[in-house]
Structure formats: structure tokens, C-alpha cells
């Protein structure tokens, strides 16, 4: 089915989108769309193209050619901060948080989008804006609690593990009050343990809150443990869109990513 054929069913619908930079293709083509309340992932060895998506549906980069749709409206050529305006959120792969502020700080900045005092008033802290910026706190202590990170709002995000700090990145995101989040390799560099509550976490936000999450991801155990759908991409094409069983059972998936030995586990793509 076409991307175009299921726009009235999904929250993301990526329509032919093509990527060149000095002559190089990055993206050719792709298509697929991201259902309401799915977890739908983007899988392919590295240089396949996935963080270049990313950075087209976000807003980084600007396609060639082709289209991306979210809950119809065209996101081809807008800016970053409208995109997000729209509700469309991210983490990234390597963790930009301020190390040295709280982690209650940092989830005030995914608020800074929904604060409606101006300037003035805030520097003033005019008693208007101190009702605005309790509002947003609570609501930021209430993701927290969410993320298993209640009892960590004082601790400065330096000094957190790195599965913490990881799930700090996802509650600042969660702070903007998204209709669709993207998270860039949200198990990159944790341990099993780690990456197994991260899957937890990840199906939390789909079916507690009730938002679509297009993932990157390299960990081909959480992506098919998780996923409802998954893309994927080789050379900047799309080689293959399905279910995660389709997925694992596609011949020219299983030649170019995944491996043809049944006994191999699924690894990084290099």
C-alpha cells in the first residue's frame, strides 16, 4: 500500500522523499508511513540513511524531492522550531543535556515552547509568571515521576548514570507536550538491563500516553520486541516495510542486515 493510499489512517506519512548532497544520494525515494499510537522503527546498516530521515522530518535537511506529512500538514519546508511548534519532538543520539544544572532544569526547557510570559515579565517574576512557571514545574514533575526520575529532579544530570540520563533526554522531549516523538538510537551505549527497561519505557509512552514514536535503533532485539512496523533501509533505499515477523523473514532483508545463520544474533549494522 502507498504512502498516499494510507495518509487518512496515519500520523506521519514520508512520501517519495529523496536526499543529495554534492551528488550523493542519501535518501532515494523512501516512503512509508507511521500509524496513530504506533511504534514504528527505521532500522539499516550504518550510512543507510536513517539519521538523514531523521534530520528531514525534524527539519535539519530539506529533501530534493517528495514530501513528509504529519497529521496533514507539510513539514517539507518548514523550520525546525515550527515543526516542533506542530508537536513533533526528538532525542538524539548523543546526549545533550546541561550536565551541570538539575535534572528539574533541564525538563523546563522542553516547557519553554508552551511558556507564554514574555521575557519581561519572567525576569521580573511578576506574580503571573510565577503561576505559569509553578504550572510548568508540576507538570514536569509529573513526567518525571513517569520516567522513574521523581526522586532524581535535584540531582545535577552530570552526575546521573547513563541510563538516566538517557531517560532525562526522553522526559525533556515528553515536556514539550509531543504528538509524535522521535528517538535517535535510545538504547546506543546501555547494558542489557538498561536496554530492556528502555524498551519498557518506550511501550509506556505509546500505550500510557498515547503517541506515536518513530525510532532509530541499532538493537535489533528491542526493535523487534517493540515495534509494530518496521522500515527498513539500505543505501538510502527502502529495501523493506513490514511487520517485525516480515521484517525477520525477508530474503533480502535477512542478505543485506540481518544475516541468512538462524544461529547469528542480531547485531549492529556496520
Given at each position: 500500500?502507498?504512502?498516499r493510499?494510507t495518509?487518512?489512517?496515519?500520523?506521519?506519512?514520508v512520501?517519495?522523499?529523496?536526499?543529495?548532497?554534492?551528488?550523493?544520494?542519501?535518501?532515494?525515494?523512501?516512503?512509508?508511513?507511521?500509524?496513530?499510537?504506533?511504534?514504528?522503527?527505521?532500522?539499516g546498516?550504518?550510512?543507510?540513511?536513517?539519521?538523514?530521515?531523521?534530520?528531514?522530518?525534524?527539519?535539519?535537511?530539506?529533501?530534493?524531492s517528495?514530501?513528509?506529512r504529519?497529521?496533514?500538514?507539510?513539514?517539507?519546508?518548514?523550520?525546525?522550531?515550527r515543526?516542533?511548534?506542530l508537536?513533533v519532538?526528538?532525542?538524539f543520539?548523543?546526549?545533550a543535556?546541561?550536565?551541570?544544572?538539575?535534572?528539574?532544569e533541564?525538563?523546563?526547557?522542553?516547557?519553554?515552547?508552551?511558556?507564554?510570559?514574555?521575557?519581561?515579565a519572567?525576569?521580573?517574576?511578576t506574580?503571573?509568571?510565577?503561576?505559569?512557571d509553578?504550572?510548568?514545574?508540576?507538570?514536569?514533575?509529573?513526567?518525571?515521576?513517569?520516567?522513574?526520575?521523581g526522586?532524581k529532579?535535584?540531582?545535577?544530570?552530570?552526575?546521573?548514570?547513563?541510563?538516566?540520563q538517557k531517560?532525562?533526554?526522553?522526559?525533556?522531549?515528553?515536556?514539550?507536550?509531543?504528538?509524535?516523538?522521535?528517538l535517535?538510537?535510545?538504547?546506543?551505549?546501555?547494558?542489557?538491563?538498561?536496554?530492556?527497561?528502555?524498551?519498557?519505557?518506550?511501550?509506556?509512552?505509546?500505550?500510557?500516553?498515547?503517541?506515536?514514536?518513530?525510532?532509530?535503533?541499532?538493537?535489533?532485539?528491542?526493535?523487534?520486541?517493540?515495534?509494530?512496523r518496521v522500515?527498513?533501509?539500505?543505501?538510502?533505499?527502502?529495501?523493506?516495510?513490514?511487520?517485525?515477523?516480515?521484517?525477520?523473514?525477508?530474503?533480502?532483508?535477512?542478505?543485506?542486515?540481518?544475516?541468512?545463520?538462524?544461529?547469528?544474533?542480531?547485531?549492529e549494522?556496520?
Open positions: 500500500m502507498s504512502a493510499s495518509a487518512a489512517a496515519a500520523e506521519l506519512v512520501d517519495a522523499v529523496t536526499v543529495r548532497f554534492a551528488g550523493v544520494t542519501a535518501l532515494d525515494g523512501v516512503s512509508f508511513t507511521v500509524g496513530t499510537a504506533a511504534i514504528h522503527a527505521v532500522i546498516p550504518n550510512g543507510a540513511g536513517k539519521s538523514t530521515l531523521f534530520n528531514v522530518v525534524s527539519g535539519a535537511y530539506r529533501p530534493a517528495g514530501s513528509v504529519f497529521r496533514g500538514a507539510d513539514l517539507t519546508r518548514l523550520r525546525p522550531h515543526i516542533a511548534g508537536g519532538a526528538r532525542t543520539q548523543n546526549i543535556l546541561l550536565a551541570s544544572e538539575s535534572v528539574e533541564n525538563l523546563m526547557i522542553g516547557r519553554h515552547r508552551l511558556t507564554r510570559t514574555g521575557f519581561v519572567a525576569a521580573l517574576r506574580p503571573p509568571a510565577r503561576r505559569e509553578r504550572r510548568h514545574r508540576v507538570r514536569a514533575r509529573e513526567i518525571a515521576g513517569f520516567l522513574g526520575l526522586g529532579l535535584d540531582i545535577a544530570a552530570g552526575e546521573l548514570s547513563y541510563g538516566d531517560r532525562v533526554e526522553i522526559a525533556r522531549a515528553l515536556c514539550v507536550e509531543p504528538a509524535l516523538l522521535l535517535d538510537e535510545p538504547a546506543a551505549g546501555m547494558n542489557a538491563h538498561e536496554t530492556a527497561a528502555m524498551g519498557r519505557l518506550i511501550r509506556d509512552i505509546r500505550d500510557d500516553l498515547q503517541i506515536p514514536v518513530l525510532l532509530v535503533e541499532h538493537d535489533m532485539g528491542l526493535v523487534m520486541g517493540i515495534a509494530d522500515t527498513v533501509l539500505d543505501f538510502g533505499r527502502r529495501l523493506a516495510d513490514g511487520t517485525p515477523a516480515e521484517i525477520q523473514h525477508d530474503p533480502a532483508v535477512q542478505d543485506a542486515y540481518l544475516g541468512t545463520d538462524d544461529s547469528d544474533s542480531p547485531g549494522g556496520s
